[in-house]
Structure formats: structure tokens, C-alpha cells
């Protein structure tokens, strides 16, 4: 599991479960390393970090997913995805990190 949120004024944490798990994954690792001012920190079979900077200040910002597979021997497999944003620097992101959380999961529902 990811890490929680100490702070929900600065960080958001989502988990979802998807059938066909890995292939989403990949989606959103891609959908996430072409955000702009982002750079790809970390990449495994199921774990992706990354950093986004803001655009005038360029506050760091934390992106991670994490891929949890219920089955990992069966292709095509269940699994929960959970996708962690978060400031590094600040009380209060005003609401940065969830929108950029939930724009990413809209991208990927429109690739299908």
C-alpha cells in the first residue's frame, strides 16, 4: 500500500478496483508521465513515481500509483490501483492534488 495521507489539505489518496488491473496501470503511467512538468522518478512492473511541479512557483508535487493484483498468475487480472498526490512543500494545496488525481482517472476512461 501507498502511504496515507498525513494531511488532506495537501494530499489526496484514491484506491479503485479494475478488472484487467495491469492494463490500466500502464494507461495511467502513461497518461502520468506526459502530464507537463513532470518527471518520471521511478518505474516497475508496479509502482510509478513521479514529481509535477506547478507552473508559475514550481512547487513539487508527489504523483504515485501503485498496482496491487489479486491474482498475479492470471492474465487480465482484478486488481486495485491506488494513485497518491501530494505537496511537498505548504499547509494547503487548494485542491490541486485531487483535481490532479481525478483528471487523471477521467483521461483514462476516456481511453476505453
Do not use: H, M
Not at 513521479?50 to 498496482?67: A, H, Q, W
Not at 492474465?75 to 501530494?86: A, E, L, M
Amino acid at each position: 500500500s501507498l502511504k496515507p495521507i498525513s494531511n488532506p489539505f495537501n494530499s489526496f489518496l484514491i484506491e479503485k478496483e479494475f478488472n484487467n488491473a495491469s492494463s490500466k496501470f500502464n494507461k495511467l503511467i502513461k497518461i502520468a508521465s506526459c502530464l507537463p512538468r513532470t518527471s518520471v522518478l521511478k518505474k516497475d512492473n508496479n509502482y510509478w513515481k513521479g514529481v509535477c511541479k506547478s507552473l508559475i512557483f514550481r512547487f513539487p508535487d508527489d504523483l504515485e500509483i501503485l498496482l496491487i493484483l489479486k491474482n498475479k498468475n492470471i492474465k487480465n487480472s482484478r486488481g486495485t490501483i491506488q494513485i497518491r498526490s501530494s505537496s511537498r512543500i505548504g499547509q494547503s494545496d487548494l485542491g490541486v492534488n485531487k483535481k490532479r488525481v481525478e483528471n487523471l482517472l477521467y483521461e483514462l476512461e476516456k481511453l476505453n
